[in-house]
C-alpha cells in the first residue's frame, strides 16, 4: 500500500532477473514466458513451444513458451486446480453413477451421496474429477472441509463458506459485513427477516438493534437458522444446478453433521448433487430411510497401479523393476503411488526422453512408506519446508495473511517458498474471493508435515501462531475462540486455553451448538485437572461447573442429572473459596434443579442460606431469588398461607428495585416476577381467593408479555392454565393449555411440553372428548417423565385418574391414584394431596366401596382445612355429600358443606360453589 492507501503491485528477487531475459526473446506482441509459469497456468493459457534458451545469470538453459491465447476451461476453478489433479484410474463406474445423479440434480431431483474409503484412495480427487469434467460452467460450487481441531466448533465448515461468499474483507467492520451478508437473502423469501439476525449471530458479528429478533429459545434458534441456511442453498440452486462437496466427514461437528441431515431429507426437492467423503469409521446418526447413496471407493489393483505410475512418469523411462516396487509398496492407494512416484522422480533427476542416456538402475530408490516419502520429498525443500512445516501447525488451510504474520519471513522468500510446495504437489492454493488461502493436498501431507517437528518445535509455533492471532486477527478470538484454545492447548499454555474454551462454550451455546459446548467444557475441565492445586485453578473450574450447568439446563432441562451435578459441584467450589460472586447464580442453579427433583428440604436451605447472603450485601435481585425459590417450595409442599406471604415479597422487591423492574434478569431463564406471580395464583385460587388467584396469573402473562421473552411466556401460560383447571374451568383450560402447548413444541422447550399437555388432555376429557383427552393426558406425562423431573408427577397422575373415571375404568384409576399418593408420601409434594384423597374417594365409591369412600372423602376434607385449601376443602365435601346415602346426606350438608361455603362471598362464582350451592338449595 503506498501512503494514499492505493494498493501497488511490485516484483524483486530472481523472478525479476527471468523476466527480463524472456522479454529479449519476445518479438512485437508477443508474450513468453517460463516453464514454470506454463506449468502453474496449464490449462488457462495455451501455449507454443519455443526450446531450449542459455539466459545471462542462468546455469542451465531455460525452456521457453509463448502464449498463444486463452484456453477455454469449464471454470476457472478447475484450470487452477487441473495442473495438480493425481492422473485418475480405475474411477469409470463410479464417474458414471455420479454422471446419472448429476443429470438427475440438474432436472431438480436431487441426490446426496456418502463416498467413504481409506485414506490416499482418492475421495477428494474423485470429488475433483466431477467439479472438472460432470458439472457444467453453469453449475454452482460449494466445498466445506472439516478438520479435526474444529471438531467442537458448531457450523465451522458453514461459516468459512458463508464468510467467503458474501466476500468478507479483513479491512471490513461489522457494518460492512452486515451489508455484505444482506446481500446473500432473498428478501422476498418467506422468513427472510430473521436471516441477517440469525446468520451475524452465528459469524459472531456485532448486529445492534437486532438482538429483539433472537429472542427466542436456542432450539428454536437452530431451527431458524438451518431454516435460513437452507433457503441460501435454495437461492444458490435457482442460480443454477449445485455441486456441493462436503470433505471428511469423520471430522465434522455434531451440529454441522445435523444439519446435512437435514439437507439429505430436503434435496430429493431440489437441483443439487452433494457428496460427502469420510472414512470407513464415520457412522452418520441420520434416520435408517434418509435418501443417501453409499458409494465405497476400493484401492486400486496392481494393473490399474502400474498404469498409473506410467501416467505419472509421462515421458521419462523408469525401469520395469523400479514400477513394480511402487506398485508393491503403495498398496493400491492412488496418494501413495503419486508420492512414491514423484520422489524417485525427483531423486533420480531423469532427463526428458530427448535420446539421453538413462541413469542407472541403482539410483531409482523406492522409500519403504509414504511418510518416507513426504519426508524425503520435504527434506529436499530446503526452506520451504520450514514454511509447510509452519502451515501444518495452522492447519488444514492457510490464510496467506496468518502464515506470513507467523513466518517472519519476506514477501519474496515466503511467496517463493510456497509456489515450490504447490510445484512439488505438497500444497494447493485455494479458490477465494478474498482471501488468499493455501491447503496441504491431502490429511496425510499435513500430518508428515507436523511430525517432521520435534515436540519443542510443534510447541514453539503453537505458542506464535496465538500469539499472533491474538495480536493481529481479533476477528478470529472472536469469532473461532476454539481454534485459539487448540493452538494455546499444544502450546502448553493452559490457562489461556482454558480461557478460550469458555468463550468458545458461550458462542456453541448461542449457535445451539450444546453437544459442543458440552465437550468444550468438559476438555476446559481436564486441562485444570493436570494443574497443581491454586485459587485461580479452583475459580477457572467454578466458573466452568457454572457454565456446563447451565448449558445442561438449556439442552436437557433444569432436572437433568447432569445440570444438577455440575451445579453441585460449582457450589463446592464456591464454599471452597469462602468467598465467590458465583455464589447466587449457582445457588439459583442448584436451587432449580432441586426443585423439579423434590428435594424440598434442601431447597428450603438453599433458600435460608440466599437470603441471608443476599440480606448482609442487601443484594435486591438475590432476596427475590430467595423468596421465590422458599415460596415455590412451600407452595409444593401445601404451606399455602406462608408461601403467599414470601411470593407476595419477591414480587414487592422486584418492583421496588429498579433493575429488576428493568428485566435485567441473569439468574433464571424466566423473569422473576413472571415466576412469582404464576406461584401465586395458583396458591391465591388453592387458598380459595379464586378472582385474586386468577387475576395474579393473568397479570404475570401480561408482565411476561411485556418483556418479550418467550420462555417467561410460555412458563406463564402454563400456570395460568393450571390455575383455570384448579377452578374447573375447561375452557379457559383447554385455550392457555393449548396456547402453551403450541409455543412449547415451536421454541422447543420441552419443560413446558409434557405439563401443558396434560392440563390440555383434562380439558378435552371435561368436555366429553374422552379419547383423545386420555391420549393427550399419556404423551404428556411421557413427555414430563422423560424431562427426569418428580415433582408434577402426582399432578399428572391426578389428571389422569380424572380421565379415567370418566371413561369408567376404575382400576385402572384405582392404581393411578394409588401411584400418585405414594410418590407425593416419599416426595413430600403435598399442594394436591387433598385432591388425590377426593378422587381415591370417588373411584371407591362409583366401585361401591361407600364406607371405604367416605373415609378416604373425610380425610381430604381434614387435610384441606389443616392446609388452609378452601377451594379442595369444598370440592371434597361436595363430593362427600353426593357419595352418602341420602338419610346421611342432610347431616353432612349441614355440618360438612355449608361451614366451607360459608367462607367464600356470595358474589364470588365457579363451577365448585355453583354446585355447593345447588346441593344446599331448599328443595
Not at 41 to 69: C, N, T
Not at 761 to 775: I, Q, R, T, Y
Request: glycine residues 8%; aromatic residues 6%; neutral net charge.
Amino acid at each position: 500500500m503506498d501512503p494514499q492507501g492505493t494498493a501497488q503491485v511490485s516484483a524483486v528477487g530472481s523472478a525479476l532477473n527471468l523476466a527480463a531475459r524472456l522479454q529479449s526473446l519476445a518479438g512485437p506482441g508477443m508474450v513468453v514466458v517460463s516453464d514454470q509459469t506454463r506449468r502453474l497456468s496449464r490449462g488457462i493459457f495455451e501455449y507454443q513451444d519455443l526450446g531450449r534458451h542459455a539466459l545471462k545469470g542462468f546455469d542451465a538453459p531455460v525452456q521457453v513458451w509463448r502464449v498463444i491465447g486463452e484456453s477455454r476451461p469449464r471454470s476457472r476453478f478447475h484450470a487452477l486446480r487441473a495442473a495438480t489433479l493425481t492422473p485418475l484410474v480405475d474411477r469409470q463406474s463410479e464417474l458414471d453413477a455420479l454422471r446419472q445423479l448429476w443429470d438427475s440434480a440438474r432436472a431438480g431431483r436431487g441426490h446426496a451421496v456418502l463416498l467413504t474409503s481409506e485414506p490416499g484412495v482418492g475421495k477428494s480427487r474423485l470429488a475433483d474429477e466431477v467439479a472438472r469434467q460432470i458439472a457444467g460452467g453453469d453449475a454452482v460450487r460449494l466445498w466445506f472441509y472439516c478438520a479435526p481441531h474444529l471438531q467442537g466448533s458448531p457450523l465451522a465448515p458453514l461459516v468459512r463458506q458463508i464468510a467467503l461468499a458474501a466476500g468478507f474483507a479483513e479491512r471490513d467492520d461489522d457494518d460492512a459485513r452486515l451489508q455484505k451478508l444482506l446481500a446473500l437473502i432473498p428478501h422476498a423469501a418467506q422468513g427472510a427477516a430473521d436471516a441477517l439476525p440469525l446468520l451475524a449471530n452465528l459469524l459472531a458479528i456485532g448486529s445492534k438493534g437486532m438482538d429483539a429478533r433472537l429472542e427466542m429459545s436456542p432450539q428454536r434458534r437452530k431451527r431458524r437458522l438451518f431454516e435460513v441456511l437452507m433457503l441460501l442453498l435454495a437461492r444458490a440452486a435457482a442460480r443454477g444446478p449445485v455441486l456441493m462437496v462436503v470433505e471428511d466427514l469423520h471430522w465434522i461437528d455434531p451440529t454441522s453433521e445435523e444439519l446435512l441431515g437435514r439437507i439429505v431429507e430436503e434435496v430429493g426437492r431440489l437441483p443439487v448433487l452433494a457428496i460427502f467423503t469420510a472414512r470407513p469409521e464415520f457412522q452418520p446418526h441420520w434416520p435408517d430411510a434418509a435418501p443417501l447413496v453409499p458409494m465405497r471407493l476400493a484401492p486400486l489393483d496392481r494393473p490399474d497401479a502400474i498404469a498409473m505410475i506410467g501416467l505419472l512418469c509421462g515421458e521419462r523411462r523408469v525401469p520395469e523393476q523400479t514400477v513394480a516396487q511402487i506398485a508393491d509398496r503403495a498398496d493400491g492407494l492412488p496418494l501413495f503411488i503419486e508420492d512414491l512416484t514423484r520422489d524417485v522422480l525427483e531423486l533420480a533427476e531423469l532427463p526428458a526422453n530427448d535420446g539421453a542416456t538413462e541413469r542407472s538402475r541403482a539410483s531409482f530408490a523406492v522409500p519403504a512408506t509414504l511418510s518416507d516419502a513426504l519426508m524425503s520429498r520435504l527434506d529436499r525443500l530446503g526452506s520451504a519446508k520450514a514454511v509447510a512445516q509452519i502451515g501444518a501447525v495452522i492447519g488444514r488451510e492457510i490464510p496467506y495473511q496468518l502464515l506470513a504474520g507467523v513466518a517472519a519471513r519476506s514477501e519474496e522468500e515466503l511467496k517463493e517458498a510456497l509456489h515450490r510446495l504447490v510445484e512439488a504437489g505438497l500444497m494447493i492454493r485455494r479458490p477465494s474471493t478474498e482471501v488468499m488461502t493455501y491447503g496441504f493436498k491431502h490429511a496425510l501431507v499435513r500430518d508428515a508435515a507436523y511430525s517432521s517437528l520435534l515436540k519443542k518445535g510443534q510447541t514453539a509455533l503453537h505458542a506464535r501462531v496465538a500469539r499472533t492471532l491474538v495480536e493481529q486477527f481479533p476477528e478470529v478470538a472472536e469469532s473461532q475462540p476454539e481454534v485459539l484454545a487448540h493452538h494455546f492447548e499444544a502450546a502448553g499454555d493452559t490457562d489461556s486455553a482454558v480461557h478460550y474454551l469458555l468463550q468458545a462454550a458461550k458462542q456453541s451455546t448461542r449457535r445451539s451448538g450444546f453437544v459442543e459446548a458440552i465437550a468444550q467444557l468438559q476438555r476446559a475441565l481436564g486441562l485444570l485437572d493436570g494443574l497443581p492445586p491454586s485459587g485461580a485453578r479452583t475459580r477457572r473450574a467454578l466458573r466452568a461447573h457454572l457454565a456446563l450447568g447451565s448449558v445442561y439446563a438449556e439442552h436437557r432441562g433444569f432436572s437433568s442429572p447432569e445440570s444438577g451435578a455440575a451445579y453441585r459441584t460449582a457450589l463446592g467450589l464456591c464454599r471452597e473459596l469462602g468467598e465467590a460472586p458465583e455464589i447466587f447464580p449457582v445457588l439459583a442453579g442448584v436451587g432449580s434443579y432441586e426443585i423439579t427433583r423434590a428435594n424440598f428440604a434442601h431447597c428450603r436451605a438453599l433458600a435460608e442460606e440466599c437470603l441471608t447472603r443476599a440480606g448482609a450485601q442487601q443484594a435486591v435481585p438475590m432476596l427475590v431469588m430467595g423468596h421465590l425459590l422458599l415460596g415455590g417450595t412451600l407452595f409444593l409442599t401445601a404451606e399455602f398461607a406462608a408461601a403467599r406471604r414470601e411470593l407476595g415479597e419477591a414480587i414487592r422487591l422486584y418492583e421496588q428495585d429498579q433493575a429488576t423492574r428493568r428485566g435485567r434478569q441473569a439468574l433464571y431463564i424466566q423473569d422473576q416476577k413472571s415466576t412469582g406471580l404464576c406461584y401465586l395464583a395458583l396458591a391465591l385460587t388453592t387458598l380459595g381467593d379464586l378472582e385474586g388467584g386468577r387475576r395474579a396469573g393473568e397479570r404475570g402473562l401480561e408482565h411476561s408479555r411485556s418483556l418479550g421473552g418467550a420462555h417467561t411466556i410460555n412458563f406463564s401460560l402454563c400456570y395460568l392454565a393450571a390455575v383455570h383447571h384448579f377452578r374447573r374451568d375447561a375452557r379457559e383450560a383447554l385455550r392457555r393449555a393449548t396456547e402453551s402447548l403450541e409455543l412449547a413444541r415451536e421454541q422447543g422447550f420441552a419443560t413446558w411440553i409434557g405439563v401443558s399437555q396434560m392440563i390440555r388432555g383434562e380439558a378435552l376429557v371435561s368436555e366429553g372428548k374422552l379419547e383423545a383427552g386420555l391420549g393427550e393426558i399419556t404423551a404428556g406425562m411421557a413427555a414430563h417423565r422423560s424431562m427426569d423431573a418428580l415433582t408434577y408427577q402426582p399432578f399428572g397422575l391426578s389428571l389422569l385418574v380424572k380421565g379415567l373415571l370418566a371413561a369408567g375404568r376404575l382400576d385402572e384409576a384405582l392404581v393411578a391414584v394409588d401411584e400418585a399418593l405414594a410418590i407425593s408420601g416419599r416426595t413430600g409434594e403435598r399442594f394436591y394431596l387433598a385432591e388425590l384423597l377426593r378422587l381415591k374417594g370417588r373411584v371407591l365409591a362409583e366401585r361401591g366401596s361407600n364406607a371405604e369412600a367416605e373415609r378416604w372423602l373425610r380425610e381430604a376434607i381434614g387435610i384441606a382445612r389443616a392446609q388452609g385449601a378452601r377451594l379442595f376443602a369444598l370440592r371434597a365435601a361436595v363430593s362427600l355429600c353426593g357419595a352418602l346415602e341420602r338419610t346421611r346426606r342432610e347431616a353432612a350438608l349441614r355440618e360438612v358443606l355449608a361451614p366451607v361455603l360459608g367462607t367464600f362471598g356470595d358474589d364470588v362464582d365457579a363451577p365448585d360453589l355453583r354446585e355447593a350451592r345447588s346441593l344446599l338449595a331448599p328443595g
